[in-house]
T-cell receptor, first 113, second 114 residues
Framework: GNSVTQMEGPVTLSEEAFLTINCTYT??????LFWYVQYPGEGLQLLLK?????DKGSNKGFEATYRKETTSFHLEKGSVQVSDSAVYFC????????????FGQGTRLTINP | GAVVSQHPSRVICKSGTSVKIECRSL??????MFWYRQFPKQSLMLMAT?????????EQGVEKDKFLINHASLTLSTLTVTSAHPEDSSFYIC??????????FGPGTRLTVL
């Protein structure tokens, strides 16, 4: 079945550091890919998405490129801020059936000042 | 736009009682609503998918008689945890989707069963 594997956390960085959170997927066909962010005590917010190969999603300084050849969708940011501390989820949306979202296990990111 | 609310945000109940959680799409009509469960430091697990006016579709392993889902209108879905037990304690999150488009997530409800 479809699945998403994320880099295990927690990840702790200093402010202004470069961030990469790895995400790879297994799916039938070419699903849409997403990154969601969850701040403490809140629900998920869509951070960015890409719907086809080589698409780059970007938002708030975060970027991720849909790589079909490596089945990956790694999240990057050039200079993180304390306010980026949250849990990040990679997800895919199935292209058949009910088009459910399948989530990775989440990566907790802590940015220290 | 695309705001989804959940009520209550937190609930504590005694073992054996039932708890109802509401999920509302405030500024759009949601053809489909999804209910997820999230254990501490784990990912979201889809429990069920509901379409307005029809029965919910439950994921494998989810007891439909224990987790009752009603999607009576295009802006409201409810999840009732019947005869709750401590192992049902979790963070329940709903999402709403306008016609298999992007899912918009509610803020979640933390259920604690004593």
């Amino acid at each position: 079945g479809n699945s998403v594997t994320q880099m295990e956390g927690p990840v702790t960085l200093s402010e202004e550091a470069f961030l990469t959170i790895n995400c790879t997927y297994t799916a039938t066909g070419y699903p849409s890919l997403f990154w969601y962010v969850q701040y403490p005590g809140e629900g998920l917010q869509l951070l960015l998405k890409a719907t086809k190969a080589d698409d780059k999603g970007s938002n708030k300084g975060f970027e991720a490129t849909y790589r079909k050849e490596t089945t990956s969708f790694h999240l990057e940011k050039g200079s993180v801020q304390v306010s980026d501390s949250a849990v990040y989820f990679c997800a895919l949306k199935e292209i058949q059936g009910a088009q459910k979202l399948v989530f990775g296990q989440g990566t907790r990111l802590t940015i220290n000042p | 736009g695309a705001v989804v609310s959940q009520h209550p945000s937190r609930v504590i109940c005694k073992s054996g009682t039932s708890v109802k959680i509401e999920c509302r799409s405030l500024d759009f009509q949601a053809t489909t609503m999804f209910w997820y469960r999230q254990f501490p430091k784990q990912s979201l697990m889809l429990m069920a998918t509901s379409n307005e006016g029809s029965k919910a579709t439950y994921e494998q392993g989810v007891e439909k008689d224990k987790f009752l889902i009603n999607h009576a209108s295009l802006t409201l879905s409810t999840l009732t945890v019947t005869s709750a037990h401590p192992e049902d304690s979790s963070f329940y999150i709903c999402s709403a989707s306008p016609q298999y488009n992007e899912q918009f997530f509610g803020p979640g409800t933390r259920l604690t069963v004593l």
